[in-house]
């Protein structure tokens, strides 16, 4: 590699240069306590505008399975539509740390597996880091041998929803907390630069973020993270039940789609839309050379009222 190579972020719109998030950005943010900002993006324009809003990690969450396919959980959707997702990410985003999630069945069974799989995310789609949920302790192991750096996810892991039987709050008794904290703790040793911690008590996950050298990004997980991450569609009312307890919503999208698209529709209807000021017109005289009426737009409405 060359030294002009090296990587960087460009320059910004307002032209300052663009220092790029990266894994271990993420632990030196965790070190100065300076909270870490997530949220998940699945295509280009919403990746773009979260960078340029200086979101710190965008991740390829396979939560797209439902907000944006329209699945029941997360488990049908495959490495090659979260490929597709995270290539149209890794487009935009030019100082996030981009996370691509590796889908249910991609890394559940031999190590070999999830380590070719996760090999496709950074070599075919330009992921940074991928995210694996549970204490996959060999595999992360390995992947962080393979130089890919991994984010775990503990807690209320959605890929385990059947064996959980629904989404319910992890570690609620003291063997839980124990547990998780011993998990968290194994992950960090096997190499993973950050642990993603869901639907836990918030003094879980405290203790844990207290323990951990490696930050800790909480959804649903309370304040005391190192950072905390949301699902873009949740944040923003793009979903169709009523959210969970964790979410708050910063707009409402739902809103301002409806009621432009039901504006749209009506002046379509009316035909207000387009105006002439929105139509291209032929010169005058080749408009004339055609003998085209200056009138033939009143005529085309008096047809359709009559
Ligand atoms: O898929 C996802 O959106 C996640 C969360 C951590 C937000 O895994």
Do not use: W
Not at 2 to 7: E, R
Not at 55 to 75: F, Q
Not at 253 to 277: G, N, T
């Amino acid at each position: 590699m060359s030294l002009t190579n090296f990587p960087e972020g460009g320059v910004s719109a307002a032209g300052t240069p663009i220092t790029r998030v990266t894994m271990p950005a993420l632990a030196e943010m965790k070190r100065q306590g300076k909270p870490i900002s997530a949220l998940t993006a699945y295509d280009y324009s919403t990746s773009r505008l979260l960078d340029e809003a200086g979101i710190d990690l965008v991740l390829v969450g396979d939560s797209l399975a439902m907000v944006v396919l329209g699945h029941e959980n997360t488990l049908a959707v495959t490495v090659d539509e979260m490929l597709h997702h995270t290539r149209a990410v890794r487009r935009a985003v030019r100082r996030a740390l981009v996370v691509a999630d590796m889908p249910f069945g991609s890394y559940h069974g031999a190590v070999s597996e999830g380590l070719a799989n996760a090999v496709r995310f950074v070599k075919e789609a330009g992921a940074e880091a991928v995210k694996i949920e549970g204490p996959r302790i060999e595999l992360v192991r390995a992947l962080t041998e393979a130089e890919i750096p991994v984010v775990g996810h503990l807690g209320l892991t959605p890929q385990s929803v059947h064996r959980m039987g629904g989404y319910r709050v992890q570690a609620r008794t003291a063997a839980g907390v124990e547990q998780l904290k011993a998990d968290a703790h194994a992950l960090a040793l096997a190499g993973a630069g950050a642990v993603v911690l869901e639907g836990i008590p918030r003094e879980a996950a405290a203790a844990i973020t207290a323990e951990l050298a490696i930050p800790t990004i909480g959804i649903g997980a309370g304040p005391d993270c190192d950072g905390q991450i949301l699902v873009f569609h949740d944040l923003l009312n793009l979903t169709f039940t009523p959210p969970a307890k964790f979410v708050r919503r910063y707009g409402d999208a739902a809103a301002l789609i409806r009621s432009a698209v039901e504006h749209y529709r009506e002046d379509v209807e009316h035909h207000a839309f387009p105006s002439d000021q929105e139509s291209y017109h032929l010169p005058e005289a080749v408009r004339r050379a055609l003998d085209l009426k200056q009138d033939a737009t009143q005529k085309l409405h008096a047809l359709r009222k009559a």
